[in-house]
């Protein structure tokens, strides 16, 4: 059902980017976000559907949400620290209760689909309503990564932000300079950075593809600074409200980047990790994985993005040098669990969906074609999370 209205309303979307009225056009994405968000809010995935990362029992068990969220021990875990200390807000709200962890991760959830829709309509009205802005508020409400907003019970996927790379590229496009854009699509990868520390790739990733842009060297230091120093103090400033305000100890956290909690895949020999089997790159069971949860995450967009870039060679060239550290940490990253349960990783590990898509709008081709991959990656979605030759086995 989720996958309906994600994928209905884009190609609705789709077609309104065809009218010629411009408060039409508007008018259709206001709704369409809209009605997203309520959809979100009454459809809900069942907690009993899938198991949906650690989340899952995490949610069912009150001990280890406190432990997860700090509650007794007045920590914060810096590996999602935003999500974690709004995750304990919303628990205390919700009278934590038996079902109060549930209903926090579901509130989280929600609100940051909310702002992804808030940030995606500012996005096209201030590019007033542009059949090219429509276009792409359609392919990213039709993007898997989308259905994450219905509740899944996990973190990791709330890193995303459809709108800060096309907030960025149309200024560095458009002026070449700091602007409004570059501001906001700065602390929205900030913020989604202090969501899950995942989110640092896609920092990095902003500093490599402004680097590798058509502009003056000097220049590119400077915006790639700029930029990369604006999404980090938007991420890192929560440390100093909760030090000096609230007086909590911050630790590292078990799922924090550069620690055990990312696994790399070996070249050639299989290993045992976490009591699992770590299948080598050069394995069938690793091609299969990198496959399926590829159309999930958006790599064939990549494709497209290659086949059209002559049409937009600025924006192609900046979005393709932004795809490439989310490429190699998307192969290399090896799900402990598997792929069926980590799809929160899955998509956070590939940012660069949405630099693709923004590209693949400037031609409605692309756009159709950028569109039907997105579908197939729906279906391989519902497949890994509902099949459990999925999920990596425990040895004991």
Not at 326 to 337: E, Y
């Amino acid at each position: 059902m989720q996958s309906l209205i994600t994928c209905g309303l884009g190609v609705l979307l789709l077609i309104a980017a065809g009218v010629n009225s411009t408060k039409w056009r508007g008018v259709s994405v206001t709704v369409a976000l809209i009605a997203l968000l309520a959809f979100a809010l009454v459809l809900p995935f069942p907690t009993d559907r899938f198991v949906m990362g650690d989340g899952s029992s995490t949610a069912q068990d009150r001990a280890n949400f406190e432990d997860v969220v700090g509650t007794h021990g007045r920590v914060v875990r810096f590996s999602a620290h935003l999500s974690y200390q709004l995750l304990r807000r919303f628990d205390i709200a919700l009278g934590s209760t038996s079902d109060s962890p549930a209903e926090a991760y579901r509130m989280l959830s929600w609100l940051t689909g909310a702002l992804v829709a808030v940030s995606l309509w500012a996005l096209a009205a201030t590019d007033r309503w542009n059949p090219r802005s429509v276009r792409y508020v359609a392919l990213a409400v039709m993007a898997p990564a989308t259905l994450l907003y219905f509740g899944y019970l996990e973190v990791g996927y709330l890193t995303l932000s459809a709108a800060a790379f096309p907030f960025i590229s149309r200024d560095l496009v458009t002026r070449g300079d700091v602007g409004a854009g570059l501001l906001v699509g700065g602390i929205l990868f900030g913020i989604g950075a202090a969501m899950h520390g995942v989110g640092y790739l896609g920092i990095a990733a902003l500093f490599v593809a402004i680097m590798s842009f058509d502009i003056p060297i000097q220049r590119r230091v400077v915006l790639a600074m700029t930029a990369s120093g604006i999404a980090m103090a938007a991420a890192l400033v929560w440390l100093w409200y909760y030090l000096s305000v609230l007086g909590l100890d911050v630790v590292p956290g078990h799922a924090s980047l550069g620690t055990a909690g990312f696994f790399m895949r070996p070249l050639w020999q299989a290993r045992e990790a976490e009591t699992r089997i770590l299948y080598p790159l050069l394995s069938v069971i690793t091609a299969r994985d990198l496959l399926v949860s590829g159309l999930i995450a958006g790599l064939p967009l990549l494709i497209v993005t290659l086949l059209i870039r002559r049409q937009s060679p600025r924006e192609a060239r900046l979005a393709l040098a932004f795809a490439i550290p989310c490429t190699l940490a998307f192969v290399l990253f090896w799900p402990v669990q598997g792929i069926g349960i980590e799809v929160d990783m899955i998509v956070a590990l590939f940012p660069a969906v949405f630099a693709l898509l923004w590209v693949s709008s400037t031609s409605v081709r692309a756009s159709a074609a950028s569109a039907a991959l997105l579908v197939l990656g729906h279906a391989a979605f519902w497949w890994v999370v509902l099949d459990d030759r999925f999920v990596n086995r425990m040895l004991r």
